[in-house]
């Protein structure tokens, strides 16, 4: 089927930055919205940005004016800039595609990524 393969998670330092990585592998016709969402221990899991596939984005007012969501559709992955970041930014990011197959769509998810800042 469609696997998502995170990357780019870690630990930084407040004020830093780091670059998230997702990308779609398996039986793909194409790849409608693609987004990263985030998640804290006992929290419900939140919108964190949107693209469409048309380069279309949406934010989280949180992240507004920190992280941008882009993607490159020739290579099924999407990315996600996290520059200022912060220590309530300490979550687990998760990535989201809805793939498009020649029977229908469906949502799949990463097995998600920690990002850790140090204040």
């Known amino acids: 089927q469609v696997q998502l393969v995170e990357s780019g998670g870690g630990l930084v330092q407040a004020g830093g930055s780091l670059r998230l990585s997702c990308a779609a592998s398996?039986?793909?016709?194409?790849?409608?919205?693609m987004g990263w969402y985030r998640q804290a221990p006992g929290k419900q899991r939140e919108l964190v940005a949107t693209?469409?596939?048309?380069?279309?984005?949406n934010y989280a007012d949180s992240v507004k004016g920190r992280f941008t969501i882009s993607r490159d559709n020739a290579k099924n992955t999407v990315y996600l800039q996290m520059n200022s970041l912060k220590p309530e930014d300490t979550q687990v990011y998760y990535c989201?595609?809805?793939?498009?197959?020649?029977?229908?769509?469906?949502?799949?998810w990463g097995q998600g990524t920690q990002v850790t800042v140090s204040s």
């Open positions: 989201n595609a809805d793939v498009i197959k020649s029977w229908g769509s469906s949502t799949y």
């Open positions: 693209i469409s596939s048309g380069g279309n984005t």
């Open positions: 398996g039986m793909i016709f194409s790849i409608n919205n």
